[in-house]
């Protein structure tokens, strides 16, 4: 998630990653990527540290998809006016120079004022602007549709064995100490609707814009993504895009295989790729028909970052099997007409988009 130097490639989720899952853990149904099998929708599959994981699939509803498009001004400008809007050029794929990538971050709170919350590039606190109002109320929306299944995901977490937290001087997990902050209670307040972290879940949008030459398999980015992506709704709003898992049917890493996903317009997944590795390639498009798709992780503070950075494995793998669990059951989203009557009650932001300065750092020479 954050441009950490983690080993000899990073991706733009900060992560250690490899051109390809290596041989000795990972197998595959074909030689080809054509060949990879699709990846099972609402079953329960297993990342790596036999960390559970499911891909729940669905498509928005048509109405609300045109309503997103023509209320926001990004899925259709223009491509000079993508910083005005909040955007930044990135660089991800330097030996893929004709690859035009632009990222930009919003938030998903009903407050129409920017928060304070992370830059994903590079950790830095920076105030994030509020998404355009449609956008808002749609995961406004689907965090209200979803109250008693968030809660119960809240429930179960605060019944998981008492945890601790790692010592603040030393990540290792065999080095514990008791802590007053209990991991389950930070965690559950996360997904509970009444929690006093506020509106974080699919608070933070990541609006990710492609075209130009397209990223093939051979040059995909394998990658797990931070732990603000325990719980990550990402919807396709332009275009089209291939998501590649590496997941088994099994919870032994030895079982991994690779699945696909081939994503279009209106398709939305709800997952948490945060226990599982992972990767999106690209075809070659014109600006008139780039693939734009939307990534609503939780919306963390440093003070939470850093403590989330203490939770051990076995705690997440705990957490892994509750999130799965819960996607199994499945999600419901949002209609056209329940996003329309929270976009009324939103007030419109009216300040600046385009982002400071050294909102770049670390997007500049950002390769892996």
């Excluded at 601790?164 to 030393?170: D, K, Q, S």
């Amino acid at each position: 998630w954050f441009h950490l130097k983690l080993g000899p490639r990073i991706s733009s989720m900060g992560q250690s990653s490899s051109k390809k899952p290596t041989q000795d853990t990972t197998v595959t149904a074909g030689s080809t990527p054509s060949e990879f099998p699709t990846t099972p929708h609402g079953t329960l599959m297993y990342g790596e540290l036999s960390r559970a994981c499911t891909v729940m699939f669905g498509n928005l509803d048509a109405d609300l998809h045109k309503h997103l498009l023509d209320e926001t001004a990004a899925f259709t400008c223009a491509e000079g006016r993508m910083v005005e809007l909040g955007f930044a050029k990135c660089v991800d794929y330097p030996s893929l120079p004709d690859h035009v990538y632009y990222e930009g971050y919003f938030h998903s709170s009903r407050d129409s004022r920017p928060v304070e919350s992370l830059n994903p590039r590079n950790g830095r606190p920076f105030n994030k602007p509020p998404a355009p109002k449609a956008l808002r109320a749609m995961y406004i929306a689907f965090r209200e549709k979803n109250k008693a299944i968030l809660s119960e995901m809240a429930r179960k977490i605060l019944e998981l064995p008492q945890a601790t937290l790692l010592p603040r001087e030393c990540h290792l997990e065999e080095q514990y100490e008791t802590q007053e902050v209990d991991p389950r209670k930070i965690i559950a307040d996360m997904f509970s609707p009444e929690g006093s972290a506020g509106e974080i879940l699919c608070g933070d949008l990541a609006i990710q814009v492609h075209c130009g030459t397209g990223v093939d398999y051979d040059h995909v980015a394998w990658h797990r993504d931070s732990i603000n992506s325990m719980f990550h709704f990402a919807t396709s709003i332009r275009g089209k895009r291939d998501l590649y898992s590496s997941l088994s049917h099994h919870p032994e890493n030895s079982k991994l295989q690779i699945f696909v996903d081939r994503l279009q317009t209106p398709n939305i997944y709800i997952s948490s790729p945060a226990f599982f590795r992972h990767a999106v390639s690209y075809p070659e498009k014109s600006w008139e028909d780039r693939t734009i798709a939307i990534q609503a992780r939780f919306l963390l503070t440093r003070e939470l970052l850093n403590t989330l950075a203490r939770v051990s494995n076995d705690f997440k793998t705990q957490v892994s099997h509750i999130v799965a669990e819960a996607l199994c059951k499945g999600f419901a989203l949002p209609s056209f007409k329940e996003v329309i009557e929270v976009e009324e009650t939103l007030g419109d932001y009216d300040g600046p988009l385009k982002v400071d300065e050294n909102y770049l750092d670390g997007i500049k020479n950002h390769f892996y």
